[in-house]
T-cell receptor, first 109, second 115 residues
Framework: GQNIDQPTEMTATEGAIVQINCTYQ??????LFWYQQHAGEAPTFLSY??LDGLEEKGRFSSFLSRSKGYSYLLLKELQMKDSASYLC??????????WGAGTKLIIKP | DAMVIQNPRYQVTQFGKPVTLSCSQT?????MYWYQQKSSQAPKLLFH???????NEADTPDNFQSRRPNTSFCFLDIRSPGLGDAAMYLC??????????????FGPGTRLTVT
């Protein structure tokens, strides 16, 4: 079967670093996406990993380990505007996205 | 510049009264998707089109139908909305399907309220 799991909620402090983990199980895999979604808005694309390792993009980095079925999103120098839900999703063998329920990140001053 | 446009942004309908949500895109993408998202839940794929090829997810209720008259436009019809259909409806597009992963571009969503 297929499943994907991420924590429901996390809290971090402005200026700090936070890591949001995502684990998944699937027989067919064509990459893992991270999206940011502010309350009441549509998801926006953050990153895509298909090979093992770390992809860095400014303050955001995403890591993938295919053998472990594991990814994380690392956010550095947190800003208040980073308060949002972060959704991970993997693409299965049919090129369909299987979505996690999202991690709500709360940033405190 | 708006790339994926959804109208209306907020829709209120009565229980059992048909409603149509619309989506248009200026990206000329082949693939269009309709998702339903309820609060604090993952987006749930209802349908997707690869060009005019229609793909219905197995667990999409018969109450939901979709039309894509041309590349740019896609519609979601809810024939007899129930209270459980109140949700955010997201339209998304991507360039290709089945040729490697491609990010999906989302519209702003239509929040549907059923009274």
């Amino acid at each position: 079967g297929q499943n994907i799991d991420q924590p429901t909620e996390m809290t971090a402090t402005e200026g700090a670093i936070v890591q949001i983990n995502c684990t998944y199980q699937t027989s067919g895999f064509n990459g893992l996406f991270w999206y940011q979604q502010h309350a009441g808005e549509a998801p926006t694309f953050l990153s895509y990993n298909v090979l093992d390792g770390l992809e860095e993009k400014g303050r955001f980095s995403s890591f993938l380990s295919r053998s472990k079925g594991y990814s994380y999103l690392l956010l550095k120098e947190l800003q208040m505007k980073d308060s949002a839900s972060y959704l991970c999703a993997f693409m299965d063998s049919n090129y369909q996205l299987i979505w996690g329920a999202g991690t709500k990140l709360i940033i405190k001053p | 510049d708006a790339m994926v446009i959804q109208n209306p942004r907020y829709q209120v309908t009565q229980f059992g009264k048909p409603v149509t949500l619309s989506c248009s895109q200026t990206l000329n993408h082949n693939v269009m998707y309709w998702y339903q998202q309820k609060s604090s839940q993952a987006p749930k794929l209802l349908f997707h089109y690869y060009d005019k090829d229609f793909n219905n997810e197995a667990d999409t209720p018969d109450n939901f139908q979709s039309r894509r008259p041309n590349t740019s436009f896609c519609f979601l019809d809810i024939r007899s909305p129930g209270l459980g259909d109140a949700a955010m409806y997201l339209c998304a597009t991507s360039r290709v399907a089945g040729q490697g992963a491609d990010e999906q571009y989302f519209g702003p969503g239509t929040r549907l309220t059923v009274t």
